[in-house]
């Protein structure tokens, strides 16, 4: 049975979705391949952040959307290079809350790398 998925709170560059206990976090920047801008990065923080506080969420999974023009897909091809500056990327002390945020409360955070032929039919409704 397919799952119902209710926007949790609009963001730029993804989308966040919850449903029966599961959050889904989307790297929605399709035309970079989904490569993270300090941005990204500060959206997954606040989602990810929410997740790891709602008691009902049980599960996380996060995954990137496509195609890029191409028609190829891509889960996260990195950091945006376009953005990078001489000093790297600055993300206002972001860095390590990221990770807290991931697994601050020790939920499992599954990670969306899928092919049409590796998902596991009870997975298909989730992708």
Request: hydrophobic letters at 40%; charged letters at 20%; glycine letters at 10%.
């Amino acid at each position: 049975m397919p799952l119902t998925w209710t926007l949790v709170k609009p963001y730029e560059d993804i989308f966040y979705h919850k449903a029966d206990g599961i959050a889904k976090i989307t790297i929605n920047r399709p035309h970079k391949r989904n490569a993270f801008r300090p941005q990204t990065i500060t959206e997954l923080y606040d989602a990810f952040s929410n997740a790891r506080e709602d008691t009902r969420i049980g599960v996380v999974l996060l995954t990137g959307a496509g195609p890029h023009t191409d028609g190829k897909y891509a889960f996260c091809s990195g950091g945006d290079q376009s953005v990078r500056g001489q000093a790297g990327y600055i993300l206002a002390g972001l860095e390590p809350a990221i990770w807290l945020a991931l697994w601050g409360k020790k939920k499992p955070v599954k990670f969306g790398i899928f092919a049409v032929s590796t998902v596991p039919s009870r997975l298909k409704p989730w992708v």
